[in-house]
């Protein structure tokens, strides 16, 4: 039984990989012309050209669904770990494995980088130290505001779980059908509107971009709704079928209502506040998320559910990856910074560099003692 049930979870690591992997290439797009910040851009966003407006599509999408994708995947595997675990043992854990990384980053990786991009040739490092790291002037958190929030969200499921002490009542709960999921979406739309009133898309205390807190939230809470209903194995083919539909049909809405609202006259307030671009940008986003999650989480199952050597390496190393990406793409970023060729080949360039180089590294990284007790 054991046997068969790793096996038919083999596609949730592979959709793992693709994940961390599109991380990588949206922050590349972000450093050539995507909207959106990054440690070290190499390109002038004052000019609105065809790449920066191809670019920032790309990345519109892919921030809809893979981060709320990231946490719907960790918290499927959250019930049956603390069902063996117990909570000590199991809130333990989780603060090791996502605590330990994220301080390092907060307090190596992510400084160092910033240093190394932004300020190597105005200040040693340990000035930048002194000055900003502790001090605790800037945050660090970087790609680890994943971390932070899972951290959160594991405390109030352990403290969820000893206060009902499972008396809640047991009940069948089938996959959502498409009405349902209409509604979802437009709920999830108007209520990331009225956050956003508050916390713009980029803004929020310690790097959480309450923003997209909506969906994060729900997504979390799902992933271990679906761990315990069984939902992975009965998604109806007439759901995965529309909702395809529904995400490709919706991906051109975006953009065409920004243009239609002054978008191309430099007229762009979609991150927040109360104008219609920001309501066309909150309520696009959750069809754009649930389309594409039931599309990847369809396809991978039936298609990828297997496992063999290479992507079992890959698999084991993501979460590395994830940690350790942004200098790796700074790196590339650097080394192409100057030469002559279109922003868009470089986007590419640097992307494959970056994943590459960066599965190497994580691979020798894990092989230091003790680092595979914690990635």
Avoid at 63 to 87: D, N, R, V
Avoid at 132 to 149: H, K, M, Y
Wanted: hydrophobic fraction near 55%; glycine fraction near 6%.
């Amino acid at each position: 039984m054991l046997h068969e049930l790793s096996r038919r979870l083999f596609f949730l690591d592979h959709i793992r990989v693709f994940l961390t992997i599109l991380v990588i290439i949206f922050h590349t797009s972000i450093a050539y012309g995507a909207a959106g910040s990054w440690i070290l851009e190499d390109v002038d966003k004052s000019e609105v050209n065809a790449s920066v407006v191809l670019l920032t599509i790309f990345t519109a999408v892919c921030q809809s669904f893979f981060m709320g994708l990231f946490f719907f995947i960790s918290s499927y595997f959250i019930p049956t770990s603390y069902e063996k675990k117990g909570a000590f043992r199991f809130l333990w854990g989780r603060l090791v494995r996502l605590g330990i990384p994220m301080l390092i980053y907060y307090f190596v990786i992510g400084p160092m980088t910033v240093w190394f991009a932004k300020f190597r040739d105005q200040q040693t490092w340990v000035q930048f130290y002194k000055d900003n790291v502790w001090s605790f002037r800037w945050t660090f958190f970087g790609p680890t505001w994943f971390l932070e929030a899972s951290i959160y969200f594991t405390l109030f499921y352990v403290l969820f779980r000893i206060v009902t002490r499972d008396r809640l009542k047991k009940k069948s709960i089938l996959f959502p059908n498409g009405k349902t999921l209409v509604v979802v979406a437009i709920a999830l739309g108007l209520i990331a509107f009225a956050v956003r009133l508050v916390y713009p898309t980029g803004t929020g205390p310690l790097e959480l971009q309450l923003g997209y807190f909506p969906s994060y939230i729900l997504l979390f809470i799902a992933g271990i709704i679906a761990q315990r209903q069984g939902w992975l194995e009965q998604i109806p083919a007439s759901v995965q079928r529309i909702w395809k539909w529904v995400a490709m049909g919706m991906v051109p809405v975006l953009p065409i209502g920004l243009i239609l609202t002054g978008g191309l006259e430099g007229n762009v307030h979609f991150e927040g506040g109360f104008n219609i671009q920001a309501l066309l940008y909150a309520m696009w986003e959750p069809f754009i998320c649930l389309g594409i999650m039931i599309s990847l989480l369809s396809l991978f199952q039936s298609r990828f559910n297997t496992t063999n050597g290479f992507s079992k390496w890959l698999s084991d190393n993501a979460y590395t990856v994830y940690l350790i990406h942004p200098p790796v793409i700074v790196g590339w970023t650097i080394a192409f910074h100057g030469i002559d060729i279109p922003a868009m080949i470089k986007w590419v360039i640097v992307s494959a560099l970056s994943v590459a180089v960066c599965f190497v590294i994580a691979s020798v990284i894990r092989l230091l003692p003790y680092a595979r007790r914690v990635l």
